[in-house]
């Protein structure tokens, strides 16, 4: 028989108090805009013709509402344990016996690693702090989830993919550089939201159809009161799909970890979607706040935004030159964006040159030779945005920042089907 899973009602609470979040978040963001320009929290809005300040680091009212609501929610989270004695010969309320101490250390370790993501991002709205600083911050913030994990006896193993398992066997144990990798994922995330910025909406929508994403992801595997099961071949042999979940042959359907589980990631990503989609309401062309810094690292510390990370290396880390502002050049005369560039002061290297040909030749960028030494001379930048206007020419902020969300939204399906699509073909069950 199955274990009882945790019933769905808590699932209906979180929704309240996201429902709550986003009501603040609408009403804060603006009433709260002047006092932030007052401090000197502001910014211009770089590809405008008018230049109203606009309250900047907005992104603090998102981060102190979810974490607000995260915090509060505690005790529902854990309402069950705090209702149901052990058994009937157990004193009645609290038992301590059974309280589930470790979700309780995730829960509080996630809060603490959130906290951590505002406070640097916040620091880094207020002094722009360098490249070089500010890369191993997340990693020292992800330090109390990591101790968790081991604690918990988390799994180092990645399954081999079909293909290779004659070099590595089924199973490989990446130990203590688990880990690492996981430490530098932080990294990675925290800054990747950041760097893909600048025209409005664009951070918060990445943040928002992600968040959806995980959503729709966690929703499958729910134990819903509908039992209808779907069963979908196409999704690869052993897999269905349908109200009741989603399953392997040989998975406890709705067993009680599982469950638990998606329940956690769902009291995350509800009031996260809540806090973005008011926010985004705001900061809409024409944007009346700006996230800032805070809502990159608190929003990048749930997950990853990687083709712009990839594109940007070059520029990153010095190959190529990195402007202050990458953000698109802004022709006032048409309100048209086109691709902002970035000029070689020296010649480039060997290196550089042959990234830039590679890239040129995949129709990312366009490069220039200076007319005397048929050196490069000059590049578009290295960015989505940039990537997005060479490819399918100028437009306007607006149409930009829809292409963007189209990116992003398809870059979802695409990981949905290759989670529950190819992974049929590369792995076994
Ligand atoms: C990152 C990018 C930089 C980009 C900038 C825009 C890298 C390495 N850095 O820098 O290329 O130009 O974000 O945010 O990729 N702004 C707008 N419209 C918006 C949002 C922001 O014009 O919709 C402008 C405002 O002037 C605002 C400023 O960008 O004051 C904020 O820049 P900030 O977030 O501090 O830049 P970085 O994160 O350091
Ligand atoms: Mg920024």
């Not at 009212?61 to 005790?75: E, Q, R």
Request: glycine residues 6%; hydrophobic residues 50%; charged residues 10%.
């Amino acid at each position: 028989l199955l274990e009882p899973v945790p019933q769905l009602p808590v699932l209906y609470t979180s929704l309240g108090f996201s429902v709550f979040a986003f009501l603040s978040t609408i009403y804060l963001v603006p009433s709260l805009g002047p006092t932030f320009i007052n401090a000197n929290l502001k910014g211009n809005d770089l590809l405008k013709t008018y230049s109203t300040p606009i309250p900047e680091s907005m992104g603090l009212v998102c981060a102190s509402v979810y974490i607000v609501t995260l915090t509060l929610f505690i005790p529902f989270a854990f309402s069950d344990a705090l209702t149901t004695p052990v058994d009937s010969s157990a004193a009645e309320g609290i038992t301590v016996s059974e309280f589930p101490h470790r979700q309780l250390a995730v829960y509080l370790s996630s809060l603490l690693s959130l906290l951590t993501a505002t406070l640097l991002g916040f620091l880094d709205d207020v002094f722009d702090i360098r490249w070089r600083h500010k890369l191993p911050i997340p990693i020292i913030a992800s330090i109390p989830l990591l101790m968790v994990y081991f604690a918990e006896r988390g799994n180092t193993n990645v399954v081999v993919p079909l293909p290779l398992r004659y070099l590595f066997g089924t199973l490989v144990n990446l130990g203590p550089l688990y880990y690492l990798y996981m430490s530098l994922l932080s990294t990675f995330c925290t800054n990747s939201i950041n760097i893909l910025a600048g025209i409005n909406g664009s951070e918060v929508s990445q943040a928002l159809i992600i968040a959806v994403s995980v959503i729709l992801n966690d929703l499958l595997y729910l134990p819903w009161p509908i039992g209808v099961r779907v069963p979908v071949h196409l999704l690869g042999n052993n897999t269905e799909i349908g109200f009741g979940g989603v399953w392997k042959a040989g998975m406890a359907f709705g067993s009680k970890e599982l469950v638990e589980r998606h329940l956690f990631s769902l009291y995350f990503m509800l009031p996260l979607v809540a806090v973005c989609a008011g926010f985004m309401y705001h900061n809409w062309y024409p944007a009346r706040a700006f996230p800032g810094d805070t809502l990159c690292y608190m929003t990048g510390m749930a997950f990853a935004v990687i083709f712009n990370f990839i594109l940007s290396c070059p520029q990153l880390f010095g190959l190529v030159p990195c402007p202050r502002h990458r953000v698109p050049r802004f022709d006032p005369a048409t309100n048209l964006l086109h691709p902002s560039k970035a000029v070689f002061e020296r010649p480039p290297s060997r290196l550089t040159t042959f990234i830039l040909q590679v890239f040129s030749m995949l129709g990312l960028t366009v490069s220039t030779p200076h007319p005397k030494t048929g050196l490069i001379h000059e590049t578009t930048n290295l960015t989505i945005l940039n990537f997005l206007l060479v490819r399918l020419g100028p437009m306007s902020e607006k149409r930009l920042v829809q292409v963007l969300m189209c990116v992003q939204a398809a870059g979802s399906v695409l990981a949905f089907f290759i989670r529950y699509g190819l992974a049929g073909l590369v792995y076994d069950g």
